[in-house]
């Protein structure tokens, strides 16, 4: 799948595969030695490999896991933290989106920024329907689980075509997203959770978004997932591990808040 990240474009890595490849021929004693060899990590060839990004993506969660603790123990007593979180996460996330290179310091700010933002909305959704939040978090993990399971095997691939539908599919939904937000801070529309109150047929339209944002997320994940195997099979420099592992924790937020909304909507 074609990128538009201008720091694939530059890098040689992202050419032909073997393009980088040495024409030397060894000596049957080199190839010996060379098969002799331990392996080499990724902090001695520089280069981006699954095990270095699957561990930056841990450390990445982890703190997340820690400050969205002492969100959820925080929010409680006051609110600052959620929205602190909210805003400064919100910033960290478009600086990192639209950075060129990776900002491993930004990067894990924001996981701890994300991290007080995912504590505080969890205790405010847990008040408002109890079990929402067990509920969103085995629902994210079956998610991510499937998904990893479908791209490894095959069975699903990012394609141009699926990514201008899911681009334009962002588009309106961050529209709407924008408007419902208006309408219920100016008290337009007094439901709990504004238009994704309104029904159709018997069915809160969250639900029907939420089931079309679900696969949105799902299909973001495919995104990421391609983007650490091209990184790798292209040897990429090491540092755009760290570019994974934000890609894939922005996702998974993103789709953990989507689930929680979900059941509560599901719960009116």
Partial sequence: MAT????????????????????KV?????LQDLYN??????????????????RKTVLSFVLLLVTAALGWVLTPVTIIPLVLG?????????????????????????????????????????????GVVTQAVVATLVVVGVTLAL???GKIRASKKATKVFTIAMVGYLVFSLVNFVLVATGANT??????????????????????VVIMAAYSLVLDFDFIQRGVNN?????????????????????????LRIFAIARE
């Fill in 4 to 23: 538009s990240n201008p720091a694939f474009s530059r890098n040689a890595a992202f050419g032909e595969p073997g393009a980088l490849a040495s024409t």
């Fill in 26 to 30: 060894l000596s049957p004693t080199e």
């Fill in 37 to 54: 060899a331990p392996a080499a990590a990724a902090q001695d060839t520089d280069r981006m490999t699954y095990e270095d990004t699957i």
């Fill in 86 to 130: 909210g805003i400064v996460g919100l910033v960290l996330g478009l600086v990192n989106a639209f950075k060129k290179e990776p900002s491993p310091p930004l990067i894990l700010a924001y996981a701890a920024a994300q991290g007080l933002f995912v504590g505080g909305i969890s205790v405010l959704f847990e008040q408002l329907a109890g």
């Fill in 151 to 153: 791209f490894a095997n």
């Fill in 191 to 212: 439901n709990a959770f504004g238009l994704r109150s309104e029904t159709f047929f018997g069915i809160p339209l969250g639900l029907i978004i939420g089931v079309l």
């Fill in 235 to 259: 040897r990429a420099a090491r540092k755009y591990g760290w570019s994974g592992a934000f890609g894939i924790m922005l996702t998974v937020v993103w789709l953990y808040v989507e689930l």
